[in-house]
């Protein structure tokens, strides 16, 4: 491994409740604007969700979207629009060296509700069982659907990390990289989780599903009367490449990766370690070679359920209490949870912080919660800082996997 290679981000596309494009999506980002809804949900009724809004048949035919899936039509959406966003032509470079890692929380759930629901309509005669259903439900199946739609015939699989699954796409993209397992990477998250009743009534029946008779005030990270998570869907994939790949063809350069840690909790299923998330923090700062008073914006996982918002503040105080020029936000106060696509969306409503010093607000925090208190949280409005240098994302999940990934504006002096 060249543990000197240098990564960077040359290109995204991004489906989101509040928008598809970065520029729409940060827009509404600053503007305070969050678009969830109530949606139908069999056996449920009405819930509130984060819902996208996309063209699937800007890159897709309507055969393609009957015989595939609604993740693989949100990965297709993403990977296209950051190839365009990133100036490339796919058809002249060797495909086989082009790599796809998409995270996922979960996969295949969808459709096998339907169609159990479906046969239950004829007696469970299996006759009317679809014969789309094992490719629709096999775990890599999103990554697989982009490689199909692209003629792309490098290496491709879905990193099954529960809610840090953004993150670590990006990292495992970083790592296949510097092994020299491809030359040219797209990766990020993708969720289709609104489309399942079981996550729903899994999160009901847990006490984490959130109630509010505004669904766009539902999603409310670190208010005192906060009472549980939006489901949402969403995706976003980058383009991520070698440094000294993207300046020999003047790539724009989103940001480099700098550092990156994946750890676990080894404690409970669902109660997050604060302790185990601080190391996560610290471990990442240690590769990327920084101190946290470096970080410039941490962008919290917090999730809005009681105890989570609770224990990530207090592993976010324990690294960066002290640090004045450290300034932290939360993106699900706009957007939701989206799963799988979670990490890779909240750091891409960050990025622009490069170019324009602001930091993104967390909203609907009308109340706060004294257990979440942090001198620099940017709350309701957003905070004009001045330079912004790096970008610490945090993204956990069940069963205590964490992650967190740090992002720095690429400094073209360093090179």
Same mark, same amino acid.
């Given at each position: 491994? !060249? !543990?000197?290679?240098?990564?960077?981000?040359?290109?995204?596309?991004?489906?989101?409740?509040?928008?598809?494009?970065?520029?729409?999506?940060?827009?509404?980002?600053?503007?305070?604007?969050?678009?969830? !809804?109530?949606?139908?949900?069999?056996?449920?009724?009405?819930?509130?969700?984060?819902?996208?809004?996309?063209?699937?048949?800007?890159?897709?035919?309507?055969?393609?979207?009957?015989?595939?899936?609604?993740?693989?039509?949100?990965?297709?959406?993403?990977?296209?629009?950051?190839?365009?966003?990133?100036?490339?032509?796919?058809?002249?470079?060797?495909?086989?060296?082009?790599?796809?890692?998409?995270?996922?929380?979960?996969?295949?759930?969808?459709?096998?509700?339907?169609?159990?629901?479906?046969?239950?309509?004829?007696?469970?005669?299996?006759?009317?069982?679809?014969?789309?259903?094992?490719?629709?439900?096999?775990?890599?199946?999103?990554?697989?659907?982009?490689?199909?739609?692209?003629?792309?015939?490098?290496?491709?699989?879905?990193?099954?990390?529960?809610?840090?699954?953004?993150?670590?796409?990006?990292?495992?993209?970083?790592?296949?990289?510097?092994?020299?397992?491809?030359?040219?990477?797209?990766?990020?998250?993708?969720?289709?989780?609104?489309?399942?009743?079981?996550?729903?009534?899994?999160?009901?029946?847990?006490?984490?599903?959130?109630?509010?008779?505004?669904?766009?005030?539902?999603?409310?990270?670190?208010?005192?009367?906060?009472?549980?998570?939006?489901?949402?869907?969403?995706?976003?994939?980058?383009?991520?490449?070698?440094?000294?790949?993207?300046?020999?063809?003047?790539?724009?350069?989103?940001?480099?990766?700098?550092?990156?840690?994946?750890?676990?909790?080894?404690?409970?299923?669902?109660?997050?370690?604060?302790?185990?998330?601080?190391?996560?923090?610290?471990?990442?700062?240690?590769?990327?070679?920084?101190?946290?008073?470096?970080?410039?914006?941490?962008?919290?996982?917090?999730?809005?359920?009681?105890?989570?918002?609770?224990?990530?503040?207090?592993?976010?105080?324990?690294?960066?209490?002290?640090?004045?020029?450290?300034?932290?936000?939360?993106?699900?106060?706009?957007?939701?949870?989206?799963?799988?696509?979670?990490?890779?969306?909240?750091?891409?409503?960050?990025?622009?912080?490069?170019?324009?010093?602001?930091?993104?607000?967390?909203?609907?925090?009308?109340?706060?919660?004294?257990?979440?208190?942090?001198?620099?949280?940017?709350?309701?409005?957003?905070?004009?800082?001045?330079?912004?240098?790096?970008?610490?994302?945090?993204?956990?999940?069940?069963?205590?996997?964490?992650?967190?990934?740090?992002?720095?504006?690429?400094?073209?002096?360093?090179?």
């Amino acid at each position: 491994m !060249q !543990q000197s290679t240098r990564i960077v981000i040359t290109g995204l596309g991004l489906t989101a409740p509040n928008g598809n494009t970065l520029s729409e999506y940060r827009q509404n980002l600053l503007d305070g604007v969050a678009r969830l !809804q109530n949606i139908e949900i069999r056996h449920m009724g009405q819930v509130h969700a984060g819902v996208c809004d996309f063209d699937p048949l800007k890159y897709q035919k309507r055969k393609e979207l009957r015989n595939g899936t609604r993740a693989g039509s949100i990965a297709i959406y993403c990977a296209r629009e950051a190839v365009a966003d990133s100036g490339l032509d796919l058809d002249s470079l060797d495909k086989s060296r082009i790599g796809v890692y998409l995270g996922i929380t979960e996969h295949g759930n969808v459709e096998t509700e339907n169609e159990i629901f479906n046969i239950s309509q004829f007696n469970y005669d299996t006759k009317f069982w679809t014969h789309h259903h094992n490719p629709r439900t096999v775990a890599n199946n999103p990554a697989g659907e982009v490689t199909m739609n692209l003629g792309i015939t490098g290496p491709h699989y879905t990193i099954g990390a529960a809610c840090a699954a953004g993150n670590a796409g990006l990292i495992q993209a970083a790592q296949m990289l510097m092994l020299g397992e491809c030359d040219l990477a797209l990766a990020g998250g993708i969720s289709e989780s609104i489309h399942t009743f079981g996550i729903f009534a899994g999160f009901k029946n847990q006490g984490a599903l959130a109630v509010h008779e505004d669904p766009n005030k539902a999603s409310r990270p670190f208010d005192q009367d906060r009472n549980g998570i939006v489901v949402s869907e969403g995706g976003c994939i980058y383009v991520v490449e070698r440094l000294e790949d993207a300046l020999a063809r003047g790539a724009t350069i989103y940001g480099e990766i700098a550092g990156w840690c994946i750890n676990s909790d080894a404690t409970d299923a669902v109660l997050p370690n604060p302790e185990r998330q601080a190391q996560c923090m610290r471990q990442a700062l240690a590769r990327a070679g920084m101190e946290p008073g470096d970080i410039s914006i941490v962008n919290t996982h917090a999730t809005a359920t009681k105890q989570g918002d609770i224990q990530e503040m207090t592993a976010v105080r324990e690294v960066f209490g002290g640090c004045e020029n450290t300034w932290v936000n939360n993106t699900k106060s706009f957007i939701g949870h989206a799963m799988g696509a979670a990490g890779a969306l909240e750091l891409a409503g960050n990025l622009p912080s490069f170019d324009d010093g602001v930091v993104h607000p967390t909203i609907n925090v009308d109340n706060l919660d004294p257990s979440c208190e942090f001198p620099t949280l940017v709350l309701n409005e957003p905070k004009k800082a001045g330079r912004i240098d790096s970008i610490l994302n945090n993204s956990f999940g069940m069963l205590g996997i964490n992650s967190a990934l740090i992002i720095k504006r690429y400094d073209a002096a360093t090179q």
